[in-house]
């Protein structure tokens, strides 16, 4: 062979390799559809990459806070009518993570302790909702390995009472555009970064707090007084 048609022949194996790549799909489940759809994992359209590129409003972004409390410091308070879980700092400080919440007739409020934790966790979809979304001729898998397209994200933290497993867990997510909004099934919903910061300050047995999705009892638990206000450039040089 001539090198011109080595050439050729080269240039069409990459090509071939290429294809074969960009065909090589990952599974996870799309809360707004409540189906399972497949992603291309190496070539996604362009579309796609503007879902995925979809992020959370600013106000749900990770920050500190002032706040007032009589919960003790390590103590976790999710606030469902504004979206956003509070872990409690001491000192009249707090950090503040948007979240998801249950949508419309899946709130609830109450108080639980972490009961166990897990890093990339499987899911098992509870009996209720398989049987509800098979009414809607949508099939779930009895498990999902843990992996960046399961639904619960990278980090979990399930939430008991009484000493068992209320089905509830604050968790992170494959779909961070959904922070913010009423989408989960009664799951406290987080993006992958907050759940993964809020996980190694949170030890199995810690108290939380959860305020249903019309605020009521909210000023029993908690008030925000504001943002911690950041200092400017002379007082960060020269303190202040």
């Known amino acids: 062979m001539n090198k011109l048609v080595l050439g050729l022949a080269a240039a069409g194996m990459v090509a071939s390799l290429a294809a074969e790549a960009s065909a090589e799909t990952v599974r ?3 809360y707004a559809t409540f189906s399972w759809e497949e992603v291309d994992a190496n070539a996604p359209s362009a579309r796609m990459r503007q ?8 106000e749900f972004m990770r920050r ?6 009589d919960e003790k410091p390590g103590t976790v308070i999710v606030d469902s009518s504004r979206r956003y879980l509070y872990f409690v700092e001491g000192n009249g400080m707090a950090t503040r993570y948007g979240v998801g919440v249950g949508k419309e ?3 609830w409020s109450g108080t639980m302790k972490v009961g166990r934790k897990a890093e990339w966790p499987g899911w098992t979809p509870p009996a209720a909702m398989v049987k509800r979304e098979r009414a809607k001729g949508r099939e779930l898998p009895a498990y999902m390995e843990g992996g960046p397209g399961n639904p619960l994200g990278a980090r979990a933290m399930y939430l008991f009472r009484g000493g068992r497993d209320s089905m509830f867990r604050i968790h992170g997510t494959n779909q961070p555009w959904t922070i913010g909004q009423m989408m989960s099934s009664g799951c406290i919903r987080m993006m992958n970064e907050d759940v993964e910061h809020l996980y190694g300050r949170v030890p199995v047995g810690s108290k939380v707090v959860v305020i249903g999705p019309d605020g009521r009892g909210a000023r029993n638990v908690y008030a925000e007084i504001g943002p911690v206000r950041q200092p400017g450039l002379l007082e960060a040089i020269f303190g202040g």
């Not at 879902?51 to 600013?58: F, G, S």
């Not at 500190?64 to 409390?69: D, P």
């Open 28 to 30: 996870r489940y799309n």
């Open 51 to 58: 879902v995925l590129a979809r992020k959370p409003a600013a």
């Open 105 to 107: 007739g899946f709130g």
């Open 64 to 69: 500190e806070v002032r706040i007032q409390t």
